[in-house]
């Protein structure tokens, strides 16, 4: 064959076989490029952008890498828990503040002690029995309050027999105010005839028979430790 003749063997002119060898030598290219792409962007630390690793490459591999897209990892945002409701700082609330009482006013029972004793547990016969009744006030200052019998009841029992009571028989209104300045005691003593006695005083007031009796004071909000004693 003379050097100025080409055979195609059916292929086709000298364009087309140069065109198609171009093309083959361009795919192997763009081949090589992208297993070169994958294998410095898999060995590259974490830190480095998509944008280091393709100036990395081979020379031959740039021009086919500059039209992908770069690829830059998005960081997530650190978030913090949130502190549980147990572990929240809670502002107590602040407590009103108690109101100061004035001299004079009624007193508090809260601010009174209350006791009755008797003065012997052993009464021989004729002997009347005597109790001895003190209300104290512990409060700041002096305040008032009704020590009548109406209000503090004396009461002698025997088991479930009600015997006698300072309330039965009396006579007005059965009120009476008293000023308790503080730390100083009201001191009443009480003197049993040893009869009976009911609220309907028309009633005959038999005499108590010898025995164990119990002796209590009742009044409103104030309690008292009872004292037993015998009649002879």
């Not at 070169?36 to 690793?53: D, E, H, I, K, L």
């Amino acid at each position: 064959m003379e050097p100025g003749t080409f055979r195609s063997d059916g292929i086709g002119g000298p364009d087309v076989y140069w065109r198609r060898r171009m093309l083959v030598l361009v795919g192997l290219l763009v081949v090589v490029a992208v297993v070169a792409w994958a294998c410095s962007s898999g060995s590259s630390g974490p830190g480095r952008t998509s944008n280091a690793q393709s100036n990395e490459a081979s020379p031959s591999a740039a021009p086919v890498l500059a039209g992908l897209p770069a690829l830059t990892p998005t960081p997530k945002p650190s978030q913090s828990p949130s502190p549980s409701p147990s572990k929240r700082s809670q502002t107590p609330k602040p407590k009103p503040a108690a109101r100061e009482r004035a001299p004079g006013e009624p007193c508090d029972s809260k601010d009174l002690v209350l006791n009755l004793q008797g003065k012997t547990e052993v009464y021989g016969a004729g002997g009347r029995p005597a109790f001895m009744l003190t209300l104290v006030n512990t409060g700041k200052v002096m305040c008032t309050t009704d020590v009548g019998p109406r209000s503090v009841e004396i009461r002698i029992t025997s088991g479930s027999d009600r015997v006698w009571s300072s309330a039965d028989c009396i006579s007005g209104d059965g009120v009476d105010i008293q000023r308790l300045e503080r730390g100083i005691p009201y001191v009443r003593t009480i003197e049993w005839d040893r009869r009976r006695s009911a609220r309907d005083c028309s009633a005959d007031r038999a005499e108590a028979r010898p025995g164990t009796y119990v002796v209590g004071v009742r009044a409103a909000k104030l309690k008292a430790p009872k004292a037993v004693f015998h009649l002879r």
